[in-house]
């Protein structure tokens, strides 16, 4: 087939051999099957802003360091650099969340390189080594979802050990290998301790997934593993080998906001007795 002009320049340094085929194409990139060092892989070339239907959300930027302060200064701005600079490390968040998250033992496409706007990672493959289906393309029986489900919520659990939160979790971003499910399309992953909407994130990534296999497993409909794997993890108690329960018991105790405020007054108090007898003192000096 024709290489993509966004490949041509790894052909040419033989980071690629061949450009096998198309997989798929979506709202922020198109993938490619590819030949790279005698081995089948697949290259995702991410799509130009303007011509791509999934845009950044400040929800997502959130807690995202950039150490070059013009390059901040011209994303804050919106400036045309700064737009081109947005862009840049909305495809490296990708990256690096791979990176971790192999690290971490987490089940994602193993990576093996970023080239200006092509990701080179592993092909997930089924059975019979063709392109791994996406969960939302097949059919579970009550066990094998409620199987499915388990495996996925702990992978959910390592990845916030790793201090990442997917943000997009659901059935269309799940592939289904010849070893189980795999967790793919990592643009908007955020920082768990960075990001103020990270707690909210995880719970939609672990509703997302309950409800798709609830479907299959009803039982599932009531568990509320979500809001317990947070507070496990705000409580510094969260560990990949954690036993859940997939139940949340909510405080019904009402704060003693009177006592607080009491409290507050308090050391106001003492704060101004402290300082008017500090300028007490320094009048009789």
């Excluded at 289904?176 to 994130?201: C, E, F, H, K, T």
Aim: charged fraction near 25%; aromatic fraction near 8%; include cysteine.
């Amino acid at each position: 087939m024709k290489i993509p002009k966004s490949i041509e320049p790894l052909v040419q340094d033989g980071l690629v051999d061949e450009v096998i085929r198309p997989l798929k194409s979506g709202k922020e990139a198109a993938v490619y099957v590819v030949r790279a060092g005698g081995e089948i892989r697949c290259a995702k070339v991410y799509k130009e802003v303007n011509k791509r239907g999934f845009h950044t959300q400040a929800q997502y930027q959130e807690g995202r360091k950039v150490r070059n302060s013009r390059r901040a200064r011209a994303m804050e701005k919106n400036t045309r650099y700064g737009r081109k600079e947005q862009e840049s490390a909305w495809q490296n968040a990708e990256v690096d969340a791979l990176y971790r998250l192999a690290a971490a033992g987490v089940c994602v496409p193993q990576p093996y390189g970023f080239f200006d706007g092509v990701l080179l990672m592993e092909l997930v493959a089924d059975d019979n080594g063709n392109a791994a289906p996406r969960l939302n393309d097949l059919e579970f029986t009550d066990s094998q979802a409620r199987e499915f489900h388990s495996i996925l919520i702990r992978q959910i659990v390592r990845m916030l050990c790793a201090g990442i939160v997917h943000g997009d979790l659901s059935e269309f971003n799940v592939l289904v290998s010849s070893n189980g499910p795999v967790i793919i399309d990592l643009p908007q992953a955020v920082d768990a301790a960075g990001n103020n909407n990270a707690s909210r994130m995880l719970e939609r990534d672990v509703e997302n997934i309950t409800a798709y296999f609830g479907r299959f497993a009803p039982e599932l409909l009531s568990t509320n593993y979500g809001k317990e794997i947070w507070a496990l993890y705000q409580s510094g108690e969260l560990h990949p080998e954690i036993e859940l329960t997939g139940h949340f018991e909510h405080c019904e105790v009402q704060a003693d906001v009177a006592s607080v405020m009491s409290e507050i007054d308090t050391a106001r108090e003492a704060e101004a007795a402290r300082r008017r007898y500090l300028q007490e003192a320094a009048k009789s000096e």
